[in-house]
């Protein structure tokens, strides 16, 4: 298992559809490393409870499937990591979604003087998918929101995965084991990242 030190952060972005078990391991694999875990969608979630400026902008988009604009999540994500307790690492669940995101995270980090150490794709069967996330009874979970979230996920998010193997930093797990099956994959993936 990798462990966080304070000279080498670990910076990970767990990468995978709608009802893969992303924040679950999001949150497993940050309690291990003594890192954060960085959910954007419970962020955009929280703020629709609290009816706070974010939350009126999204709640509409989040409800009907789509994506929230890459600036507005630009500005979530620049703010969080800025955060104290992001400077040991993170693991950052539900973004990037889309190549323009991945290249704002790049320039975040760059800018910075840090870089993601691996991108960890979880892969589950897509006929599983729709039974998980329906078995989830979310506000955004109807069976036509979660298509529509699938279709969107295959449309704009999918081409990260070229995207980080071509730069060497995709690790894939088959997410279509027990939860601690897939830590245990998670863990293994990520020796020797960083
Ligand atoms: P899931 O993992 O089930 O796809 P999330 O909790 O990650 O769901 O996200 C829920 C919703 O929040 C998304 O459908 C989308 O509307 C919005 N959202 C979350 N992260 C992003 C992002 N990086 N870019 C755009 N929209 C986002």
Redesign the pocket.
């Known amino acids: 298992m990798v462990a966080a030190s304070p000279s080498s952060a670990l910076r990970i972005v767990l990468l995978g559809p709608?009802?893969s078990g992303?924040?679950t391991q999001a949150e497993i694999l940050a309690q291990g490393l003594g890192v954060p875990a960085i959910?954007?969608?419970?962020m955009?979630r929280d703020a629709v409870a609290a009816a706070s400026p974010l939350g009126l902008k999204?709640n509409e988009?989040?409800a009907a499937?789509?994506?929230?604009d890459d600036e507005t999540?630009a500005d979530v994500v620049r703010e969080r990591m800025a955060a104290d307790d992001a400077q040991k690492g993170f693991v950052l669940?539900?973004?990037?979604?889309?190549l323009a995101?991945a290249a704002t995270l790049q320039e975040i980090l760059g800018g910075a003087g840090q870089r993601l150490e691996a991108v960890v794709q979880i892969d589950v069967p897509e006929g599983e998918l729709v039974n998980r996330?329906l078995g989830r009874q979310r506000a955004?979970d109807t069976e036509d929101v979660i298509r529509q979230?699938l279709a969107v996920y295959h449309e704009q998010t999918e081409p990260l995965v070229a995207f980080y193997r071509e730069r060497g930093l995709l690790r894939d797990v088959d997410g279509h084991q027990s939860i601690e099956d897939v830590s245990k994959s998670i863990r293994d993936a990520l020796v020797g990242a960083g």
């Open positions: 709608p009802g992303k924040g959910s954007t969608g419970q955009l999204v988009i989040m499937g789509e994506l929230v999540m669940d539900g973004y990037p979604r889309t995101q996330v955004d979230r």
